[in-house]
């Protein structure tokens, strides 16, 4: 993903002065937009962490660091961070070795089966993994008679391979699809053994996908809220201690200081899975893939019992949580109900919903649908704006610096990308420090969570929106303004047409992650405003496992749904190269 | 011909959203931190008696409560706060965060629980108590416990929960009381010893009053250290659990309600503060709570009655001038 400064289009026809202006002006919106709610929130974090009373001091780093508890957050951190990292990228590059490189049968059902966890709450592995293995788990103690459970490291590592898998499947399905076979097929000719061929020519070129793929699980498994809050019991990590010290314990200081600490590693993780991934697509051939030779029988066998192994753990953990909100009592009474499904929590008020319902309905069924579900309408509401919002920004952000090109163009691109390199909890610890002042009227509205949630994910959006629209030859626009169309025109009726599919990628994307995020929303939440991801946790908290469950299967349904309509619209399904950073 | 339609469709949406804003009724937003399960039938109550008034709820535990309102203090988001620890709420006056208010029927409530000048009006108590599995009890072959001693028992190793005091209301009487108990207020280290002592049995410190009650309930700790009602539902559940209270004298404390300085509703918050403690409020409460402070409303019967339970006198100031460097002590001795 270069910025060629020498594009083909030297041709440029006569800029008028007018376009001139609306791109800088656009660009000066976009970069004023990112600046704003991503620079100036993280800034105020540094600065609280440094500064104390106006002066410049390590005090806090200091009590982070003289605290054995607080200091082995990080080292906790570390160690489930890197064993997560080393066992998802091992089973992922086999399991993307067994799609690309065998013939072994169900390729699509693998594939499919694989991406369930991008269309659910990080947390859903935890709970399964509780209703399974936990104090009171189904096979733990039922079958097991064990007391041995899951809570702690081992909990927290296996949810997080399970999260991250999709996340490097993607990259290393691309990397071994795109890489030339020919060269293998040159190996073996030549004489070289299976194994041989594998670690010297096929390995080889794929490393910097692998490593780009590790990079990547190591920052999503750092920066987790959502399955170490379920899941680790007593074991803290870094996401969960900044969590702790600022809504336990009011020490705001404390908690900027540990999210300055967790934003070392993490971007340190995203700059190199930035930097791997240009090395990786250098590799890229341009050649049509030959055919692929037919698998031995060994080999296709093994490859398809292998594969079998994730995608079985990944759907056990769906039917899990499915079922985990229908059972009575699980693990003792599994009589179907709906019970769970009237949510033991307040709900909360949403915008027209609320007030419609409750001048139609009575009593409990009031109580139920007016008030206990506003909070999945609140979710919806909130994902539909930021899906149009998100959407309609990056692929501006993508046209400006893909096509336009301004000046200065690559402080927007480096501005765009950074997001994915902040972890959540920091962002909404920031977006409390940086907006919660009378002035800011936006605070504990809608409107900050959907920012919020639009700027976290700016990235993958506009990455996504750059790509296709290199696909878009130059000339086609020219055409557009020689003709005499001016530049909104031209970006409204030529660009955006042959984006669409891009568009509308990215609107399924960004409602995906509105609808699943957790991290940094939980710091914004208010009395106002409620989300259903944020629900399950609180139900959680409360002991309310099976609610939990039940408002999970909830959000998926609805990302389901979601899927299909965009399914419906563009012929396509929505889910290919969906993963949370580029 | 599609464009059209899109700008339809947004501006429909749009629409739709500025007229949720716009016609909007009187709102207040409330902070508490009232059991979930109460709040969900107090509201109907109160929605039934208060028709025009837009709710919005807020419920954290009381340590998360008290560190929401802090942080927003430049910039209060509630208007009221409603069942929150008298202890805490004693250490917000001095941090000028209260405004007295005097609601309507104040003075048929027990003086001893409303403050003099009007900054908290108290409306009902809870106490500590041990929630037991019997189940899990036999199972394990335990003896029962009869107060915080038995529990020193390394028997119970690992099968006791216990709410984090730091998070949790519930966690901090506890804490607080064996404190007392063992002379804390007379510069005595002993309670601290007893809670290292503690500590060695404890599976898990839970950020909440409640759960170590539900968990043990679902049979995951054989004792979970909790509060009184939340017991007695697990037991109308069905889940084969007893109450214990602590021989030693149980700890308890006495849930207020107040109305934020700088709120940005009052007229409202002072309709909700004044129904908080109406009469219809009051039978709402009495059917979870132990007692409330409105006299003369019958208490729930599956309770074991309040004369029949050792209450600890617990020093409500003394707790609130050292809440902080209490918890500070306890993170840095037990949080792991």
Same mark, same amino acid.
């Given at each position: ?104 049968? &169900? ?56 999260? $991250? ?80 010290? =600022?809504? /336990? ?5 404390? &908690? ?50 292998? $594969? ?7 759907? !056990? ?41 409750? #001048? ?10 007016? @008030? ?9 509401? =909130? ?14 952000? /993508? ?13 927007? @691109? ?46 993958? &959006? ?12 130059? #000339? ?17 009726? =030529? ?30 939440? #208010? ?9 399950? !946790? ?32 563009? /012929?396509?399904? /929505? ?8 | ?37 109460? %709040? ?14 837009? %709710? ?67 409306? *009902? ?24 001693? *038995? ?47 503690? *500590? ?5 410190? %839970? ?94 019967? *599956? ?22 460097? %209490? ?10």
């Amino acid at each position: 993903m270069k910025l060629k400064k020498e594009g083909q289009g030297l041709t440029f026809s006569a800029p008028v002065s007018s376009e001139r202006w609306l791109v800088w002006m656009t660009m000066g919106i976009l970069l004023a937009i990112l600046a704003f709610f991503m620079l100036y929130p993280v800034y105020d974090i540094c600065k609280l962490s440094f500064l104390k009373g106006g002066t410049f001091t390590l005090k806090n780093y200091q009590s982070y660091f003289s605290n054995p508890r607080m200091f082995r957050s990080l080292t906790n951190s570390l160690y489930v961070s890197l064993v997560t990292t080393a066992i998802t990228t091992f089973f992922a590059f086999f399991f993307a070795y067994g799609l690309t490189r065998t013939t072994i049968p &169900g390729k699509n059902i693998f594939y499919t089966i694989s991406t369930f966890p991008l269309i659910a709450p990080s947390i859903i592995q935890g709970l399964a993994l509780i209703l399974l293995f936990g104090r009171n788990g189904l096979i733990t103690r039922y079958l097991l008679h064990t007391d041995w459970n899951i809570y702690g490291a081992t909990g927290i590592i296996v949810a997080e391979c399970l999260y $991250c898998f999709p996340n490097a499947l993607f990259i290393l399905y691309t990397t071994l699809s795109a890489v030339d076979t020919r060269l293998d097929e040159a190996a073996q000719s030549l004489g070289a053994s299976a194994l041989r061929t594998f670690f010297k020519v096929t390995l080889p070129s794929a490393k910097y996908g692998i490593a780009s793929a590790a990079a990547l699980v190591f920052n999503l498994t750092i920066t987790d809220f959502g399955v170490p809050v379920v899941i680790g019991g007593n074991y803290n990590v870094l996401a969960t201690e900044i969590y702790q010290q =600022v809504i /336990g314990m009011q020490r705001f200081d404390l &908690g900027a200081t540990i999210s300055v600490i967790l934003l070392i590693p993490s971007v340190g993780a995203f700059l190199l899975n930035y930097y791997l991934t240009k090395k990786s697509y250098a590799l890229i051939s341009g050649q049509a893939r030959p055919f692929l030779q037919p698998s031995r029988p060994f080999k296709k066998w093994a490859f398809t019992i292998y $594969c079998w192994i994730p995608t079985t753990f990944i759907l !056990i953990v769906f039917i899990t949580v499915f079922l985990g909100s229908f059972v009575k009592t699980w693990p003792y009474d599994f009589t179907l109900t709906l019970q769970h499904f009237d949510f033991p929590s307040l709900g909360g008020n949403a915008p027209l919903w609320t007030r419609f319902w409750s #001048s139609v309905l009575e009593g409990q069924w009031r109580s139920l649908i007016a @008030y206990k579900y506003a909070p999945i309408w609140n979710s919806l509401w =909130v994902s539909v704006l930021v899906a149009l919002g998100g959407a309609s920004l990056t692929l501006l952000a /993508g046209y400006l610096i893909e096509k336009k090109r301004p000046g200065g163009v690559e402080i927007l @691109y480096t501005l765009s990308v950074l997001p994915a390199a902040i972890p959540g909890t920091v962002m909404g610890l920031g977006y409390i420090l940086a907006f919660n002042k009378p002035y800011f009227f936006i605070y504990g509205t809608f409107w900050i969570i959907i920012i919020n949630i639009i700027i976290c994910n700016f990235t993958l &959006g506009t990455l996504s929106s750059i790509a296709n629209l290199k696909q878009i030859d130059r #000339s086609i626009e020219e055409a557009a303004i020689s003709l005499g169309a001016d530049p909104i025109k031209t970006f409204t009726q =030529v660009v955006f047409p042959l984006t669409k599919t891009a568009f509308f990628s990215n609107i399924t994307f960004f409602f995906m992650r509105a609808m699943t995020t957790i991290s940094a929303v939980i710091f914004l939440v #208010s009395a106002k405003v409620k989300l259903a991801a944020i629900e399950i !946790i609180f139900l959680d908290i409360d002991g309310r496992t099976a609610s939990a469950n039940a408002m999970c299967t909830i959000i998926i349904v609805l990302v389901v749904a979601m899927l299909v309509v965009m399914r419906l619209i563009t /012929g396509k399904s /929505g889910l290919k190269g969906m993963s949370v950073t580029a | 011909m599609k464009r059209k339609w899109t700008v339809l469709v947004i501006s429909f949406v749009m629409g739709l959203f500025l007229a949720g804003v716009g016609l909007a009724k009187e709102k207040v937003t409330v902070y508490t931190s009232l059991e979930t399960d109460e %709040i969900v039938k107090y509201l109907e109550v109160a929605r039934k008696d208060l028709p025009d008034l837009e %709710i919005d709820i807020i419920r954290l535990s009381t340590g998360e409560l008290g560190a929401r309102m802090l942080a927003e203090k430049d910039n209060p988001q509630a208007d009221c706060i409603w069942g929150w620890a008298v202890t805490n709420m004693e250490q917000f006056i001095p941090l000028n965060m209260l405004e007295p208010y005097k609601p309507k029927g104040v003075e048929k409530l027990e003086k001893r629980f409303v403050h003099p000048e009007y900054y908290y009006v108290g409306i *009902d108590m809870y106490i500590a108590a041990f929630c037991v599995n019997t189940k899990v009890m036999k199972e394990k072959d335990l003896p029962m416990p009869k107060g915080w001693n *038995d529990l020193l028992n390394p028997k119970f190793k690992g099968l006791i929960a216990m709410p984090n005091p730091v998070a949790s209301g519930t966690g901090f009487l506890q804490v607080s009381s064996i404190l007392q108990m063992y002379g804390a207020k007379e510069g005595k280290e002993d309670g601290w010893e007893f809670l290292k002592k503690l *500590d060695k049995n404890i599976g898990q410190y %839970i950020k909440s009053g409640s759960r170590p009650a539900k968990m043990t309930a679902q049979g995951e700790f054989a004792v979970g250290c909790s509060f009184d009602f939340v017991v007695a539902e697990q037991k109308k559940l069905g889940f084969p659990v007893e109450f214990v209270f602590p021989i030693e004298g149980a700890g308890y404390e006495i849930e207020a309600n107040a109305l934020m300085k700088g709120a940005k509703n009052p007229k409202a918050a002072k309709r909700f503060l004044d129904w908080a403690i109406s009469e219809n409020a009051m039978k709402e409460y009495a059917k979870f709570k132990y007692g409330v402070t409105l006299p003369g409303i019958p208490t729930r019967p *599956d309770l074991p009655k309040l004369s029949e339970i050792k209450l600890y006198p617990m020093d409500f100031a003394w707790q609130a001038k050292n809440r902080d460097a %209490i918890l500070k002590k306890w993170e840095s001795l037990f949080l792991r």
